[in-house]
């Protein structure tokens, strides 16, 4: 049994799950489930029509839903399905679902409010309309479909828009409703990103977490494979919309995809492989629009043959603040370092870099949400200054820990460039540093020729 998940990209329209209908039969042998994202760019439209309806204007939320939900779906109806009772009936469930988004819209506008809760609510309909669209062509192109509610499997805490799973739950379910369905030969089609509570309320894994749901539900049933289809050929040596050769990988580590898909690489969720990790079974990348591509393999570790030493890939990401606390006081004081990482726990803020010194402490995060806040904090032990509009650039390979000559390899190859702050994980397969965020595009493609080409 494999698990198969379909991105937004990959059920965008008609055509698309029409591809993903070939690739789906062309593995039947292997017994599929299938998981699958909203459309692309439906979960940001249900974002905005929620936000319309708290902010008073309720007709244009409407307006919305007609133009950027219905029309959509419909007219990939009409395309997928041409059996007229089966389309009937799809239609029908189809406009079931935009009156239940419109009697939401409804409630959020005369209360003038959006808890995480009702965004859960909300937003998980863009999954299951095209589960349920894509389910019903499936059977229209003499595919044995059935249909799963993610929420009956799904068992999750009750942290709205970040729910984590209760896996010993969502295994037992998993079981009970998977299997029989794969024992009488028909393939499971279900959702990505939402999940339930105990009680039946509708949650969310957070924006990605179709990928964590398929890795979980892989896990839970001991898949022989995982495979993520996505709209790039797999993980690149760097992004190619910044340098244009970048280099298919054919196979890469858990930790060094882990790595990646934390600083920025975005053919991953960085929870996805986790769960994968832990019951090693392998995460294979492919491209829904290339499916001859050999895409990427994610293994627990290389064989001595595939070791190609070295960097692997380049990540990056944008967007990041760094956050200089400096304190003549405390610094050497036993407890300093607890009292900061106390700040962003309370704030519930990832801290992604952390660099020290005789004199400060220097750390990065990418979410501002709390900035102000966290730097109140500190001021009150500390001077603090902040310098917005930066990047982490961040080098990965497992090899690196055994490649002597890394770090002067890449410092030179950007020696213009001025870099704020270093840091090495510890697990010594990434060096990361901060660079304004006006020279990433330089500074990402020096590196790729400097070791890639």
Same mark, same amino acid.
Request: proline share 3%; glycine share 6%; hydrophobic share 40%.
């Given at each position: 049994?494999?698990?198969?998940?379909?991105?937004?990209?990959?059920?965008?329209?008609?055509?698309?799950?029409?591809?993903?209908?070939?690739?789906?039969?062309?593995?039947?042998?292997?017994?599929?489930?299938?998981?699958?994202?909203?459309?692309?760019?439906?979960?940001?439209?249900?974002?905005?029509?929620?936000?319309?309806?708290?902010?008073?204007?309720?007709?244009?939320?409407?307006?919305?839903?007609?133009?950027?939900?219905?029309?959509?779906?419909?007219?990939?109806?009409?395309?997928?399905?041409? =059996?007229?009772?089966?389309?009937?009936?799809?239609?029908?469930?189809?406009?079931?679902?935009?009156?239940?988004?419109?009697?939401?819209?409804?409630?959020?506008?005369?209360?003038?409010?959006?808890?995480?809760?009702?965004?859960?609510?909300?937003?998980?309909?863009?999954?299951?309309?095209?589960?349920?669209?894509?389910?019903?062509?499936?059977?229209?192109?003499?595919?044995?479909?059935?249909?799963?509610?993610?929420?009956?499997?799904?068992?999750?805490?009750?942290?709205?828009?970040? +729910?984590?799973?209760?896996?010993?739950?969502?295994?037992?379910? +998993?079981?009970?409703?998977?299997?029989?369905?794969?024992?009488?030969?028909?393939?499971?089609?279900?959702?990505?990103?939402?999940?339930?509570?105990? !009680?039946?309320?509708?949650?969310?894994?957070?924006?990605?977490?179709?990928?964590?749901?398929?890795?979980?539900?892989?896990?839970?049933? =001991?898949?022989?494979?995982?495979?993520?289809?996505?709209?790039?050929?797999?993980?690149?040596?760097? !992004?190619?919309?910044?340098?244009?050769?970048?280099?298919?990988?054919?196979?890469?580590?858990?930790?060094?995809?882990?790595?990646?898909?934390?600083?920025?690489?975005?053919?991953?969720?960085?929870?996805?492989?986790?769960?994968?990790?832990?019951?090693?079974?392998?995460?294979?990348?492919? =491209?829904?629009?290339?499916?001859?591509?050999?895409?990427?393999?994610?293994?627990?570790?290389?064989?001595?043959?595939?070791?190609?030493?070295?960097?692997?890939?380049?990540?990056?990401?944008?967007?990041?603040?760094?956050?200089?606390?400096?304190?003549?006081?405390?610094?050497?004081?036993?407890?300093?370092?607890?009292?900061?990482?106390?700040?962003?726990?309370?704030?519930?803020?990832?801290?992604?870099?952390?660099?020290?010194?005789?004199?400060?402490?220097?750390?990065?995060?990418?979410?501002?949400?709390?900035?102000?806040?966290?730097?109140?904090?500190?001021?009150?032990?500390?001077?603090?200054?902040?310098?917005?509009?930066?990047?982490?650039?961040?080098?990965?390979?497992?090899?690196?820990?055994?490649?002597?000559?890394?770090?002067?390899?890449?410092?030179?190859?950007?020696?213009?460039?001025?870099?704020?702050?270093?840091?090495?994980?510890?697990?010594?397969?990434?060096?990361?540093?901060?660079?304004?965020?006006?020279?990433?595009?330089?500074?990402?493609?020096?590196?790729?020729?400097?070791?890639?080409?």
């Amino acid at each position: 049994m494999i698990v198969m998940k379909f991105g937004g990209t990959s059920v965008e329209s008609a055509e698309a799950m029409e591809q993903v209908i070939s690739i789906v039969k062309s593995k039947l042998s292997r017994k599929p489930i299938v998981v699958a994202s909203a459309m692309s760019k439906i979960t940001d439209t249900l974002l905005q029509c929620a936000q319309l309806a708290r902010d008073g204007h309720e007709s244009q939320a409407h307006s919305l839903i007609q133009d950027g939900l219905a029309k959509r779906h419909h007219q990939a109806i009409e395309k997928l399905v041409q =059996n007229s009772l089966r389309q009937k009936l799809l239609q029908d469930a189809v406009n079931k679902y935009l009156d239940e988004i419109k009697n939401l819209v409804h409630g959020l506008a005369i209360l003038g409010e959006l808890s995480p809760r009702s965004l859960d609510a909300i937003v998980s309909y863009g999954e299951r309309l095209s589960t349920l669209i894509l389910s019903v062509a499936m059977q229209e192109h003499s595919i044995t479909a059935e249909l799963v509610d993610a929420r009956k499997v799904m068992i999750t805490d009750e942290n709205f828009t970040k +729910a984590a799973p209760l896996l010993d739950l969502s295994a037992s379910k +998993a079981r009970e409703i998977f299997l029989p369905i794969l024992k009488k030969g028909s393939v499971p089609v279900t959702q990505g990103f939402i999940g339930s509570t105990r !009680d039946g309320t509708t949650t969310t894994l957070g924006r990605g977490g179709s990928d964590y749901s398929a890795a979980i539900i892989g896990a839970l049933l =001991n898949a022989e494979e995982i495979e993520i289809w996505t709209d790039v050929d797999g993980i690149l040596t760097t !992004d190619p919309k910044m340098v244009t050769d970048a280099r298919l990988l054919e196979t890469v580590t858990f930790q060094e995809a882990s790595e990646l898909a934390y600083f920025g690489a975005k053919v991953l969720h960085p929870s996805t492989i986790w769960p994968a990790v832990e019951k090693n079974i392998p995460v294979h990348v492919y =491209n829904t629009k290339r499916p001859e591509s050999p895409g990427t393999h994610i293994v627990a570790r290389e064989t001595k043959e595939s070791k190609s030493g070295g960097i692997k890939s380049i990540a990056y990401k944008k967007g990041i603040a760094v956050i200089n606390i400096y304190s003549t006081r405390m610094l050497l004081a036993h407890g300093f370092l607890k009292s900061i990482f106390e700040i962003f726990d309370k704030f519930e803020t990832s801290v992604d870099l952390v660099a020290t010194s005789e004199v400060s402490v220097s750390l990065t995060i990418d979410d501002a949400q709390h900035l102000e806040k966290i730097v109140s904090e500190l001021k009150k032990f500390s001077t603090v200054t902040v310098e917005q509009k930066k990047a982490i650039v961040c080098l990965v390979g497992e090899q690196m820990k055994y490649t002597p000559g890394i770090a002067a390899r890449v410092f030179n190859a950007i020696k213009e460039i001025n870099v704020n702050m270093i840091s090495q994980g510890a697990s010594e397969i990434n060096v990361s540093f901060i660079v304004n965020e006006s020279d990433v595009s330089t500074v990402v493609q020096k590196l790729h020729c400097e070791f890639f080409e």
